[in-house]
């Protein structure tokens, strides 16, 4: 399952609220970030760039796959 690091990114490094964070940084709207952040919906490929570039972080920095413990 990919997971993403966007909640711990956004307290860490901008100590922001999350329609603070959408709103100043990503210029997205709250609606269509919230679900991808909690890891409800992934999103598609141009989201996790846009995404990636307004932080200015790599897609790998970012997303991650968490592997579980049947496919080890």
């Known amino acids: 399952m990919v997971k993403n690091r966007l909640k711990e990114i ?3 490094e901008y100590m922001m609220n999350q329609k603070e964070f959408c709103s100043n940084v990503l210029k997205m709207n709250p ?29 790998e920095d970012i997303w991650y796959e968490e592997k579980s413990e049947a496919s080890n």
């Open 31 to 59: 609606r269509t970030y919230s679900p991808i952040e909690r890891n409800i919906v992934q999103g598609n490929m141009e989201t996790a760039f846009k995404i990636s570039e307004a932080l200015n972080k790599r897609i």
């Open 10 to 12: 956004r307290m860490k």
